[in-house]
């Protein structure tokens, strides 16, 4: 099973940027899809984006689609979350999570990791 590590969150103010990372390990990483999720404090959590084992495909939420793109360099093992245009109501823990296909259910899941934090200020 491949095992997940995020980084990349942190404050930002509303309007701007940040870029999340996914570093997963193992040889399979290239096989797998790979999802973004986030949960903010008191709801479930959901889905944001997914990107296919070759980066050929792609899905959004529509919450995002357009300010959110999802891309993957399966030579370094990582996959990223690049947010623009951030608003208050993306703060939330962001999860990458590891699946056999892009679905938007985390229950289709295998392999998580522990998340991280972004808050944006209005």
């Known amino acids: 099973q491949v095992q997940l590590v995020e980084s990349g969150g942190g404050l930002v103010q509303a309007g701007g940027s940040l870029r999340l990372s996914c570093a997963a390990s193992?040889?399979?990483?290239?096989?797998?899809?790979m999802a973004w999720f986030r949960q903010a404090s008191g709801k479930e959590r959901e889905f944001v984006a997914g990107?296919?084992?070759?980066?050929?495909?792609?899905y959004y939420a529509d919450s995002v689609k357009g300010r959110f793109t999802i891309s993957r360099d399966n030579a370094k093992n990582t996959v990223y979350l690049q947010m623009n245009s951030l608003k208050p109501e993306d703060t939330a823990v962001y999860y990458c999570?590891?699946?056999?296909?892009?679905?938007?259910?985390?229950?289709?899941?295998?392999?998580w990791g522990r998340g991280t934090q972004v808050t944006v200020s209005s």
């Open positions: 999570a590891a699946g056999t296909s892009i679905r938007t259910t985390a229950v289709e899941y295998d392999g």
């Open positions: 193992g040889r399979a990483f290239r096989l797998y899809a």
């Open positions: 990107i296919s084992w070759n980066g050929g495909n792609t």
